[in-house]
């Protein structure tokens, strides 16, 4: 391999990945893209240095951040998903038929655009579903102004540098929480906590205020080196991190979803903590 990618994300600890062919490379109005072909994880999207997704390993991170809330909830009919231009996560949320509207808040249309052409195996024809409503947007702007509530508000962020900082404030949170419907569920991309905890501890530390059940679960996903990733929880339906398997495979058989990572037994374990992630939602 003569070319690398260096992710740089983390000050004492890089990772690269072998470079086999660059299909795209730009800078977009908000931040550096370059999507290239990798051996062992498929077609990669990283931005700004930091890698988003990848075709061989995109399923965990989306299948857990879409199913989990969305099965939790039991009748979900309005998503939001703020970020995820390269539109995954969009594809997992329009399998389930109950959703009637899927609206997507993106700051970067380049992202979605170059998504569409080279990343079809991860976006399918979500862009295309006339459920997904996309905006081109802040996602602090759009949650501070719309009148719109949702049942369940994914936050499919990218890492808290750059134009994602703000999906990491108060005035973000607070703002999902106001358009969220009763009883509704916000869940978020909080990063890899071994080396990223105090990213989590922020999260949790908001989210304790603004909800009456603020948690997090986890998943290991290949591509986010560093051990397991965890996504923040919080709703103020308190039952709605507590849904029993038997109640939870009912609704994933009536949804008719073919998964690769989420069962039901999966989505009530990734709620079981270590200690070292514990301590850091405290
Ligand atoms: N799965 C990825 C991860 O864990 O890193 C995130 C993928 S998705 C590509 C992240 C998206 O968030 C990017 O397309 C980026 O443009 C978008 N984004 C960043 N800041 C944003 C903001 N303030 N409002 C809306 N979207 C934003």
Redesign the pocket.
């Known amino acids: 391999m003569n070319d690398w990618f260096e992710e740089t994300l983390h000050p004492g600890f890089h990772s690269r990945l072998g470079i086999e062919q660059v299909l795209h490379e730009t800078k977009t109005e908000?931040?550096h893209l370059v999507i290239f072909d990798n051996p062992e994880f498929g077609r990669v999207?990283a931005?700004d240095g930091?890698v988003?997704?990848t075709e061989r390993d995109e399923f965990i991170?989306h299948e857990m951040l879409a199913h989990v809330p969305i099965l939790a909830h039991g009748s979900a009919k309005n998503v939001l998903i703020?970020?995820?231009?390269?539109g995954g996560m969009l594809e997992e949320v329009l399998k389930h038929r109950g959703v009637e509207a899927a609206v997507q808040?993106?700051?970067?249309d380049t992202?979605v655009e170059l998504s569409k052409r080279y990343l079809r195996a991860i976006c399918g024809d979500a862009y295309e579903d006339p459920r997904t409503e996309l905006v081109i947007a802040?996602?602090?702007e759009f949650v501070n102004q719309t009148d719109r509530r949702f049942d369940v508000i994914i936050v499919?962020?990218?890492?808290p540098i750059?134009?994602?900082e703000?999906?990491f404030g108060e005035r973000f949170y607070g703002g999902c929480k106001s358009c969220l419907a009763d009883g509704g569920v916000l869940v978020t991309?909080n990063g890899v906590p071994f080396v990223q905890g105090e990213g989590l501890t922020g999260t949790l530390t908001v989210f304790r205020k603004l909800f009456q059940s603020a948690s997090c679960y986890r998943a290991g996903v290949p591509a986010?080196i560093g051990g397991d990733m965890t996504f923040g929880w919080g709703s103020d339906n308190t039952s709605l991190a507590d849904v029993g398997v038997a109640a939870l495979r009912a609704r994933f058989e009536a949804a008719g979803i073919v998964t690769e990572y989420y069962t039901p037994e999966m989505h009530k374990g990734a709620f079981a903590l270590p200690p070292y992630i514990d301590r850091l939602m405290k």
């Open positions: 908000h931040q999207l931005l930091v988003q997704t991170y703020i970020g995820g231009g390269d808040v993106e700051i970067d992202v802040d996602g602090v499919d962020s990218t890492d750059g134009p994602g703000v999906l991309q986010y």
